[in-house]
């Protein structure tokens, strides 16, 4: 039964990865119209030649799948290169990545060296290019699920207040503090993934460790997944969609070191949709008997977190086509292709209430 129908939905921060997996990546992100593409391949994307390399293989997979770009701080970016921003309109942003604090970060920036990219940020706020931050610090002294908090408060806002014109985006939000970091600043918005809306550390650690359940920023407390859902439900435009989808090899998800990273690319939306249907029984007093998903109101801010707030912050049109949301089950399956392996996602096995097609 179909229930609603939005505007076709945009994933602002994804991992894509490069050469054999390409194809199956781009494959499982096509609900969305839009995807700002993550550059932390190895080597890293560092310039718009090379962005621009790496968008035309994703257009040849789907001419119809709009990929928008970005850089990845270091000091391989050519600063003459920024002045060319504001005229490439799937050019959306630099990315910074602490040193040490995730995939493919070696190339990224120390903490201790952050002042010498001031120059850079300067620059930016100039042309009006985004600075999209991993928040987390990679200090062995620093507890594990304080990464973000001590990130926050000895690097981020001594950078926010010093460039308080320079847009900076909290990617995939994991902390009450970094809820709260994003509420206190203008032009400053973050990412919300499907899994710090859906899970909590006992969903890594209960029965067991579960490696498909851990990424970084690692999931965190009820308290603060409850921060974080807040936001959402309550249609803060501040926050909005951005999956940090990262597909790993099964095989290399469960051996004795696996990496970091939840893939949820092609049940994504279906992911977001449930969390509304399961967190906002309890949030919206207009809740009737009725499927949550039929209220008009509740079915808006489904819109505008997934479809318009992101938009509304980059600057970019609301996409033409839109998507059709059905009350129709399913079952994720344990495995997805991924180039000659597989790939488990987030939920594998459990059953979604929600199914929606590109209308």
């Avoid at 001594?158 to 014109?165: H, N, V």
């Avoid at 859906?198 to 851990?214: E, S």
């Avoid at 309890?282 to 318009?308: A, C, G, M, P, Q």
Wanted: glycine share 4%; charged share 25%.
């Amino acid at each position: 039964m179909k229930i609603a129908e939005i505007i076709q939905p945009d994933d602002f921060h994804l991992h894509l990865r490069d050469g054999i997996y390409l194809k199956h990546t781009v494959t499982y992100s096509s609900k969305y119209a839009r995807a700002i593409i993550m550059p932390n391949l190895k080597p890293p994307i560092t310039s718009i030649e090379q962005a621009k390399s790496y968008r035309n293989e994703i257009l040849n997979i789907n001419p119809d799948f709009n990929p928008l770009m970005t850089l990845y701080l270091n000091q391989n970016i050519k600063k003459e290169e920024l002045k060319k921003f504001p005229d490439i309109p799937w050019l959306l942003g630099i990315k910074l990545y602490p040193s040490g604090a995730t995939t493919h970060s070696d190339y990224g920036v120390k903490v201790s060296e952050l002042e010498y990219f001031y120059s850079y940020f300067e620059l930016m706020e100039k042309y009006n290019i985004p600075l999209l931050v991993h928040g987390e610090v990679a200090d062995y002294e620093v507890d594990f699920f304080e990464r973000e908090k001590v990130f926050i408060e000895n690097h981020l806002i001594p950078i926010r207040e010093k460039f308080p014109y320079l847009k900076i985006v909290l990617e995939h939000v994991s902390s009450k503090e970094g809820v709260e970091f994003v509420n206190q600043y203008d032009l400053t918005a973050a990412t919300v993934t499907p899994q710090h809306l859906l899970l909590t550390r006992n969903d890594l650690f209960f029965g067991g460790i579960n490696p498909h359940n851990f990424c970084l920023p690692i999931v965190k407390t009820q308290h603060d997944k409850e921060a974080i859902a807040k936001e959402v439900l309550q249609g803060n435009p501040k926050f909005f969609a951005g999956t940090d989808s990262a597909p790993h090899p099964k095989h290399k998800k469960e051996s004795c070191c696996g990496p970091a990273g939840i893939f949820s690319a092609p049940i994504s939306i279906e992911l977001y949709l449930q969390f509304f249907d399961d967190y906002g029984k309890s949030f919206y007093n207009n809740y009737t008997d009725k499927d949550l998903l039929e209220n008009k109101e509740v079915i808006n801010r489904i819109e505008n977190f997934l479809s318009k707030f992101g938009a509304d912050f980059y600057g970019l049109e609301y996409n033409k086509k839109t998507i059709s949301i059905y009350k129709q089950e399913f079952s994720i399956p344990e495995e997805y292709p991924l180039g000659n392996e597989t790939v488990v996602p987030m939920w594998a096995g459990k059953t979604l209430k929600y199914t929606c097609y590109i209308s």
